[in-house]
C-alpha cells in the first residue's frame, strides 16, 4: 500500500485508537521479544482490523518511539543501549520527583483516594506474588500522580522516555519483583500527597525512580552482559 493511501486512514476513528491502543498496550506490556519484526499479516489477525489500519497504527507507534521502522522490512520492537537507558532513567527521576511536587499541592481529595485504592490493589498483588498486576498498578499509580500535577508538559515529557520498555528490557527475571523496598517508597510518596508536603513529594519520588537508576548503573559498572534494573 502507498504512503498515500495510509494517509488516507481515518486516524480518528475508532478502530483506529482502539487498535493503537491495544498494540501499545501489548508492546509496553511485555507480548513481544526485544527486536522482533512484527509483519503486517500477523498485526493485522491480533488486532482484528485492516492492513491499512495497521500500516497507520505502526507508523504512528514507529514516530513515538514504541517501534524501530525498517525500509522495506515493516517494524520491529526496540531495544535501548545501556547509555540510553541511563539516560532514560536520569530524565524521569527529575520529571517525576517535579511532577510528584507539584501533585501535592494540585490533587483533589477524589484523586487522593484512588491512589489510596491502587496502594491498596498493589499491597494485595504484592502478597500473592503477582508480579505482572504489580507493575500494571505501579504504572497505574504513577499515571495518577502525574495527571493529578495537571502540567501537561512534563507529562508528556514522562511518556515520551518509554520507561516501561527499558525496565522490561533490563529487568533481572530471577530477582523477586517488586523490590522489597518498592511498596513501602509508593506509600512513602502518597503520604507525601496526602498530607500537601510539596518538598516530601518530590524526595519521596526521587528516591523512588533513582533507587532504579542505581541498580542499573551498579550492575552495569560491575560488567555484567545484561544489566538489572527491578523497580
Known sequence: MSDEAVSAVDVSSSPF???????????????????????????????????????????????????????????????????????????REVLESALAGKAATTATEDEIQ???????????????????????LNREFHRRVREAARQQTMSMFVDSLHYPLVMRQYRDLARAHPRPDSLSEHRAIFYALRTRNVEAASAAMRHHVASARRALLINAQRGRVTPVVTE
Open 114 to 136: 484512588g491512589l489510596a485504592s491502587v496502594l491498596e490493589q498493589m499491597a494485595d498483588a504484592e502478597s500473592r506474588h503477582d508480579a505482572a498486576e504489580y507493575s500494571g
Open 17 to 91: 485508537e482502539q487498535a493503537y491502543q491495544d498494540l501499545r498496550d501489548l508492546i509496553i506490556g511485555g507480548r513481544f521479544p526485544l527486536n522482533a519484526r512484527l509483519t503486517d499479516a500477523e498485526l493485522t489477525k491480533l488486532l482484528d482490523v485492516s492492513r491499512g489500519t495497521v500500516r497507520s497504527v505502526t507508523a504512528r507507534l514507529a514516530q513515538e518511539g514504541y517501534l524501530v521502522a525498517e525500509p522495506h522490512r515493516g517494524v520491529r520492537t526496540r531495544g535501548f543501549t545501556i547509555e540510553e537507558a541511563i539516560d532514560i532513567l536520569e530524565a
